[in-house]
């Protein structure tokens, strides 16, 4: 039980990601906090958890987050997973600027709003870990859209945020989790890119394949098992840096 004892907060829980995450949080001991901007898929993640409170929270709203935390009370770790309305598949010369920016705006926004509210409490007390989960796409990806700077400035906060808060025994880690197939479904694709079928699904998912170092994809297992890790004092020498659980990308 590496999470007994310790209050998770997982915004975004009410997704795909989240609630995997959530359930391995409270598998190993957590009190969990779902938090989302969906009462009705976030209950449904909490389902059957015994030490878990749901709460409807816009993560981009700076009052309601702080509100928020201060209901909770101490917060030992706190994960950010809430969407961005990133817009993949069409060229940047061909990206209006409203989907350019959007994943830009949101992702930054929502990660500083819940990162400094929980870095804050978490220095008070002189521990806590900060984690976040983009698909490493800074490094250069095409046809990703406002992926790839959205998820450099998310980067560059986490190390920048780690610098900051390591004396004040605050960690801040990262997750790059690039095209995990149980998350995929022609609908949820079709929101990114309008282009997408039932066969285009299936050829992303094994093009996916073929480009990692390990030949496989990762599961929502293999992303929460990285999660509970990374959140349990079993890491804590790590901060400041993101874990690659995409198989490795060859061609980072």
Known sequence: MQLTGKTAIVYGAGGSIGGAVARAFAAEGARVHLVGRTRKTLEAAAAGLGNAEVAVVDALDEAAVEKHLDQVGDVDVSFNLVTRGDVQGTPLTDLSVDDFMRPVIN??????????????????????????????????????GGTGPADGAIDTLV?????????????????????????????????????????????IVAGLAGMRMTRRNPTLADVAATAVFLASDHAAGITGTFVNVTGGMIAR
């Open 159 to 203: 190390r920048n945020l780690a610098v900051e808060c390591g004396p004040q025994g605050v960690r801040a880690v990262g997750l790059w989790a690039a095209g995990v197939p149980e998350t995929f479904t022609v609908e949820k694709l079709s929101a990114v890119n309008p282009a997408i079928d039932e066969n285009a699904v299936q050829g």
């Open 107 to 144: 992702g930054v926004r929502a990660n500083f709003i819940t990162a400094r509210g929980a870095a804050r409490r978490m220095a008070g007390r002189g521990s806590g870990v900060i984690l976040t989960l983009d698909s490493g796409s800074a490094h250069g990806s095409p046809m990703m």
